[in-house]
């Protein structure tokens, strides 16, 4: 057996050796001694590392163990193993074996190395053998051949982004500019009064309000796929620094095309593995789409909160559904809940941006030490957007009603209907007729006729709401 490497294996517990000493694990773990080690170094958040994450990094070790065995680096029986093994993990199980802390060791070592533990430990017993006979399978010497934490945990991030990008919040997306659309087709001949700088303004319609959110969410999911195909570049194959040391010459195309075909993605090997492996700026530019998104979807929420409140003091022109009592002590309350969850969820994403776009900056040389965050950061900011985004359409946008007699009033009793008046009575003559009916609670109408601006024909010409509101075509 290597002198690095040594077994003792009792009723409960097994020993095993690394270049630092023995440790004892349970026998029942199949990860090792670095990530017995990693867990005692850092007992930080008790955050683990996302499934999708872990997902990911499996999938890596999936296609690099078959290209690995299909170029003679490794034996064919290994390849087997650590495939099967990898495979349990992809269908669910072990998930509770992957325990190193988000904040850990820099680059993301130790969750690397937790990686290639369990699945070199599993590959064993699927042998007959013990686990710790790293000997016969090591999670270094067979498990990692021809990569590095440096080209396997970039490549991890890719591809954990890509999965939770078509898993969660594309469909999410579509489906909030579908319910968007739904409503504002619904709500096209509901004239309302529009508002700027929070005062009244001229007549919009409730449905066109609906159908600027739906394409602001159009051009979203338009931004972010646009930013999501630099992801398709991968820097797997680069090893240590990205010169491919260790690796086989044809490794790196076999992995990205195994890994193409099992997420039917066009992945592909990066022109330079020295840059893919260097620069953070794909995960930089998702996260900023994610950001610009989620300032947007804030909007929208508070929009939708303001045109809801009330019931008897605010706005109240639409009617968000009554999920849940709003009040541990007033009785009869609702509150914009999907909404104000939304904004929080959206928030998170803008500080977690802040967060990757430091980390980014903060690589030096060959590597950024910084991955476990960005990975962890990106990652989680897709899946919660995408959760809350689903749920918000899905619990709330759909049931939306509209409050059409009190849109209406409003939009009758604005002063801002005066704008329409300008180029027929000129603006000073306007504005003067909007400071009386504020002063007097006269009618716009009924100052005109009596100021003999304008005739009754057309007034009733130039103050139609359904004419004023209407977009150009």
Wanted: hydrophobic share 45%; net charge negative.
């Amino acid at each position: 057996m290597p002198a690095n490497f040594a077994t003792i294996v009792t009723d409960s517990t097994r020993a095993e050796r690394d270049s630092l000493g023995d440790r004892q694990l349970p026998d029942s773990a199949y990860y090792g001694i670095q990530t017995l080690r990693a867990t005692e170094n850092f007992p930080i958040s008790g955050l683990r590392p996302l499934p999708t994450y872990v997902e990911a990094g499996v999938l890596i070790k999936k296609a690099t163990a078959i290209a690995n065995g299909e170029l003679g680096c490794i034996p064919t029986e290994l390849s087997q193993v650590i495939v099967q093994a990898a495979d349990e993990i992809l269908q669910g199980q072990h998930r509770e074996q992957f325990v190193v802390d988000v904040y850990q060791a820099g680059a993301g070592t130790s969750h690397h190395m937790n990686l290639n533990e369990v699945l070199a430990n599993r590959g064993l017993e699927l042998l007959g053998d013990q686990k710790g006979n790293y000997q016969r399978l090591s999670p270094n010497d067979h498990v990692n051949y021809g990569q590095s934490t440096n080209d396997v945990i970039p490549t991890a991030i890719r591809i954990g982004a890509l999965l939770a990008l078509d898993r969660s919040l594309f469909s999410a997306l579509e489906r909030a500019i579908a319910a968007l659309n739904a409503k504002a087709a619904e709500f096209q001949t509901v004239v309302k009064s529009g508002r700027t700088h929070l005062q009244d303004a001229v007549p919009v319609r409730l449905g066109e309000d609906f159908r600027a959110w739906a394409r602001i969410l159009s051009d979203h999911l338009r931004r972010l796929k646009f930013a999501a195909a630099d992801l398709y570049t991968l820097g797997l194959g680069g090893s240590a620094a990205g010169t491919g040391l260790n690796t086989h010459p044809q490794y790196r195309g076999r992995v990205a095309e195994l890994l193409a075909g099992f997420l039917d993605l066009p992945l592909r090997s990066a022109p330079h593995l020295m840059a893919a492996m260097q620069s953070m700026a794909p995960f930089v530019a998702v996260s900023g789409a994610l950001r610009n998104l989620a300032q947007d979807l804030v909007k929208i929420s508070h929009d939708l909160r303001l045109l809801d409140s009330g019931p008897l003091t605010g706005f109240k022109e639409i009617q968000l559904p009554p999920v849940q009592p709003g009040s541990s002590i007033m009785p009869g309350k609702y509150n914009p809940v999907l909404a104000e969850m939304l904004s929080m969820v959206c928030f998170q994403v803008m500080g977690y941006d802040s967060a990757i776009a430091l980390a980014a900056q903060a690589g030096q040389l060959e590597l950024n030490v910084m991955m476990p965050l960005i990975a962890y950061d990106l990652i989680h900011s897709i899946e919660i957007l995408g959760n809350a985004i689903g749920v918000w359409s899905d619990r709330c946008l759909i049931g939306i009603e509209a409050r059409r007699d009190r849109c209406l009033a409003y939009a009758e009793s604005s002063l801002a209907l005066v704008t329409a008046l300008n180029p027929h009575i000129g603006y000073l003559n306007a504005a003067a007729v909007a400071k009386e009916s504020l002063a007097t609670g006269q009618p716009i109408r009924q100052i005109v006729l009596a100021k003999g601006l304008l005739s009754e024909p057309e007034l009733a010409e130039i103050l139609d709401l359904e004419k004023m509101s209407a977009l150009p075509d």
